[in-house]
């Protein structure tokens, strides 16, 4: 059997599952550009109404930015790290609700004002690895392991994404939010993951970077969940982790 090698520990496993966003790619790189459009949108519709945001802008999304506006930090237990799309539609129409447009047109508004973001970001294809994850995928995939990708995102964005990462032929399972019931932190998406690929629980490991992630394998009776915490990013928010790193060069495949 494969062996995971973390923090001086050697844990047994037959597969791994990934969340995507924070974890296989970096967030910033693509959705923090995807935010960064948004936001300015948004800003551009509420000046067209006479309005600004209602209170911190920043508090929206749980981002940072510099003096030029750019995305520089984002909060790991935040919407952009954490929320579904609708979720982050509800959060962003809100705010033109308040500026006086009528519900549907604010919600409206919103979903084109993401679409066109998107739209720009597929023109950019930016999408980056985390440091190691490519050689790290490389060992799993040398030591025959089972890889699995569990993900709030949807299947559309989801699939394109791991394609410009040129790693969508490391997964056997891709288990998206629509997929499913219920989200995480509920264990729905690992366990649908684990049946997908022929694991059992107690053989898989999960690595993310929320604590979302965490409590999904936890409920899931994963074996291992290992947190993923940026350097600078702090590690809090992964109270329920049972391992936490910085990124994949802490880990190691054997066999």
């Not at 994850?133 to 394109?160: I, N």
């Not at 684990?194 to 899931?220: F, V, W, Y």
Request: glycine share 10%; charged share 20%.
């Amino acid at each position: 059997m494969p062996w995971l090698h973390v923090n001086h520990e050697r844990i047994p496993c037959k597969g791994i599952l990934f969340d995507k966003d924070g974890t296989l790619l970096d967030l910033l790189a693509t959705w923090g550009t995807w935010a960064e459009l948004v936001l300015r949108g948004m800003e551009d519709q509420l000046t067209l109404l006479g309005a600004d945001f209602v209170g911190d802008f920043t508090r929206l999304l749980g981002t940072q930015h510099d003096a030029a506006g750019r995305l520089t930090r984002y909060d790991p237990a935040g919407p952009l790290s954490m929320a579904t799309m609708d979720e982050t539609y509800g959060i962003l129409a809100w705010q033109l609700y308040a500026a006086g447009m009528p519900w549907n047109e604010a919600l409206s508004r919103v979903i084109n004002i993401s679409k066109e973001a998107m739209s720009e970001l597929r023109i950019r294809r930016t999408a980056e690895p985390l440091p190691g994850l490519l050689p790290f995928l490389k060992q799993c995939a040398g030591a025959s392991l089972k890889l699995g990708v569990v993900t709030s995102d949807g299947a559309k964005t989801t699939h394109e994404q791991l394609e410009w990462l040129g790693i969508a032929n490391y997964f056997g399972a891709v288990v998206t939010r629509d997929r499913v019931n219920n989200g995480k932190p509920a264990p729905e998406m690992a366990e649908l993951a684990c049946r997908e690929l022929g694991l059992a629980p107690e053989e898989t490991i999960i690595i993310g970077d929320s604590n979302a992630d965490m409590q999904l394998g936890k409920g899931a009776g994963l074996r291992l969940a290992v947190g993923i915490a940026a350097e600078g990013g702090g590690l809090g928010h992964l109270v329920d982790a049972d391992i936490v790193i910085a990124n994949f060069n802490e880990l190691r495949i054997t066999f």
